[in-house]
């Protein structure tokens, strides 16, 4: 029984130290990716929009950055997830604001529920894009104003920005990589280089 303690509790130890350990190289890379990706994004808005029109700029990307910088390897921070989700949820929110005008709390949850289900049908499940279908109803007047225009930029632009980043930076060093399932991106390499 004694040695029986004993085993689990240097397993504990063992899991609980694993668990712990800082790794720099990681965080570094976490840091350098999400800096670049959030940085050239808010470089293009502040140079090519005014300081008070903030529509290059959306808060999901700041989540979408946690996923695809700093857990690269989660289903859901795969490019086809990034992309299909912002978009999909987009063109909901857009579209349900469009359909009921004027009923901020009945177009808010329906846009975000009609879009995390269109997400899970597709296989493009991305937690900020119900972010982005919720922003589509709740954003300034010029981001409701921009119609469908919205989908177009600022989420698909900003999540190509994003995307791009990301496929440089989780792939400069040996020990990242992403996507997780490279298939194709071979495929693209072989066809356009």
Known sequence: MRRRIKVHVRNARYIVYKETLVDYKEHLWTFIGSFLGIG????????????YDNL?????????????????????????????????????GVSIHKLIPGEVWLTSALSVSVA??????????????????????????????????????????G?????????VCNNATSHRSYPKNKAWFKIWKRKYR
Request: proline share 5%; no cysteine.
């Open 159 to 167: 999540v190509v920005i994003l995307l791009l980043v990301a496929l």
């Open 116 to 157: 995390i289900v269109l997400m899970q049908i597709t296989k493009t499940l991305h937690p900020p894009g119900g972010a982005t279908a919720l922003i589509a109803n709740i954003g300034s007047d010029k981001i409701r104003a921009l119609g469908y225009f919205y989908v177009l930029s600022p989420v698909f632009t």
């Open 40 to 51: 050239i994004i808010g470089l293009l808005n502040s140079k090519y929009f005014t300081a």
């Open 56 to 92: 290059f700029l959306i808060g999901s990307f700041g989540a979408s950055s946690v996923l695809i910088y700093g857990a690269i390897n989660s289903p859901l921070a795969q490019p086809r997830n990034l992309i299909g989700g912002h978009v999909i949820s987009a063109l909901v």
